[in-house]
């Protein structure tokens, strides 16, 4: 093979693996708030060592710590993750990676039957044997994304027999390596290797799958506190509002009284006067929104209430069934989130107070439930991988809670769809919910 060739071959083998680690990173781990271009720098660099790896012939598991840092580099500078699950996510492509090239470079070694090192530290690969692991590393990375999406979508059959599977095949070939001491061959052994570090690999993504779990079932568990905390506030605030119109029932009749007294003596001024009083001694009473749907009540009321003490104008328009066949706490998950962004950035706005409104509208007809929050805001946002992130003065804000109510509406197979201009933020959900 020519030289020109050789390096035409090694530039696409790194371009296809920085391909396969971008395509990792976007599957397991969040993107925090630096800007793209420093992402894209980063990852260009990463594909700049694979081709010094390649063109250099590097031999195999040489570099596997620069391997190691570089990538786990790369998730602590670019990611918003928690730290474990950042470092769990380069060990699995680190492993994957170096299972796939020990296999490939081993089976295609046997098959021309030439000699194999004592130590796979100094096994050289060839050119065919690159081409193969990285296309073997591709469809596994493919694997493990499948394997995710089947768990998202509650297909957890297949799913969970990586629980047993990569523990067995581990404890079967270290019982098969005893076996091959004894007889002193050296590509079953590299073979048994790779088969270690690939039910390694199954393992690490297992791991993180299941740290992912906990997280989101912690997040649930604060979510579902939070919602009780609003049902108590509530129920307080319809009780409240329950003796202030027992009072003014109570008021009511004296009121009358006084008024017409004022008017039969044509003491009109004073008439008004006091209308005057009793109606601003009424403003304070609480204005409880009570829909029929309780959860959505909550909701609503605590919004509400927040939006009235920021000075936002609140409107709201909502026709839904008393109950909805969706998860409480996923439904807490999507109108809390989007209130709560709404709140926000009105309260980013700057100037007169009087252009800051939110308009929630929520329907459900025909199985579909749709959501609508229509907020002002301060017109600037960063559209980042197709999704958009509102911004504060002076920094940059990472759009966590519009990436949680996504991942919610993913969970139904709804959608959502988010259109800025330059006045208002309107983003707009729709479920279809079969009844139960």
């Known amino acids: 093979m020519t030289v020109y060739y050789q ?20 599957a397991f781990l969040r993107r925090n708030s630096r800007p793209n271009q420093y992402y894209y720098l980063g990852l260009f660099s990463y594909f700049v060592f694979q081709l010094v790896t390649y063109a250099g012939r590097w031999p195999l598991f040489s570099a596997w710590t620069y391997y190691l840092l570089f990538t786990l580099l790369l998730a602590c500078l670019f990611f918003a993750d928690a730290l474990q ?12 990676h ?12 046997a098959l021309k039957h030439a000699d194999l090192p004592s130590v796979p530290s100094n096994l050289i690969q060839s050119p065919l044997s690159q081409i193969a692991a990285c296309v073997v590393f591709i469809l596994f990375t493919w694997l493990f994304i499948y394997f995710r999406s089947m768990r998202r979508h509650n297909k957890y059959n297949l799913y969970s027999a990586i629980t047993y599977l990569a523990p067995a095949g581990i404890l079967f070939i ?41 997280d989101e079932a912690s997040e649930r568990s604060l979510m579902a506190s939070k919602l009780l905390e609003h049902q108590k506030d509530y ?8 003796h202030e119109v027992a ?57 509400k209430e927040r939006a009235s003490l920021n000075n936002i104008r609140m ?5 839904v069934p008393p109950d909805l066949p969706i998860d409480n706490v996923d439904l807490c998950i999507i109108l809390g989130n989007l209130l709560d962004n709404a709140q926000e950035a009105c309260c980013r706005m700057e100037g007169d107070t009087e252009d800051r409104f939110i308009d929630v509208e929520i329907l459900f007809k025909k199985s579909f ?5 229509t907020n002002s805001y301060n017109g600037q946002y960063i559209l980042k991988e197709n999704q958009y992130e509102s911004v504060k003065k002076g920094q940059h804000f990472c759009g966590i809670g519009l990436s949680n109510v996504r991942t919610t509406v993913e969970k139904y197979d709804g959608e959502m769809k988010v259109t800025p201009n330059e006045k208002e933020f309107v983003v707009t959900v729709m479920l279809m919910l079969l009844g139960n």
Do not use: W
Request: charged share 15%; net charge negative.
């Open 315 to 319: 409107t709201v328009n909502v026709m």
């Open 247 to 303: 009072a003014m029932r109570h008021d009511l009749k004296n009121h009358l009284h006084c008024i017409a007294s004022f008017i039969e003596l044509e003491q009109y001024q004073d008439a008004l006067h006091y209308i005057d009083e009793i109606y601003t001694d009424s403003r304070h009473l609480s204005s409880t929104v009570n829909i029929g749907n309780n959860l959505i009540s909550i909701l609503l009321n605590d919004a």
């Open 85 to 96: 699950i950042k470092i769990l996510v380069t060990y699995l492509f680190v492993t994957l």
């Open 369 to 373: 439930l749709i959501i609508k929050v």
């Open 235 to 242: 129920y307080k605030s319809v009780e409240k509002s329950q």
């Open 174 to 214: 270290v019982i098969h390596q005893f076996y091959l001491r004894t007889i002193n061959q050296t590509a079953p052994f590299y073979l048994s290797e790779s088969g270690i570090l690939m039910c390694t690999s199954f393992a690490l993504f297992y791991l993180i799958d299941k740290t992912e779990m906990i």
């Open 98 to 109: 170096y299972s796939c090239k020990l296999a490939c470079s081993t089976f295609f070694m």
């Open 7 to 26: 390096l035409l071959l090694d530039t696409i083998l790194s371009c296809a693996e920085t391909l396969i680690l971008f395509q990792m990173y976007r």
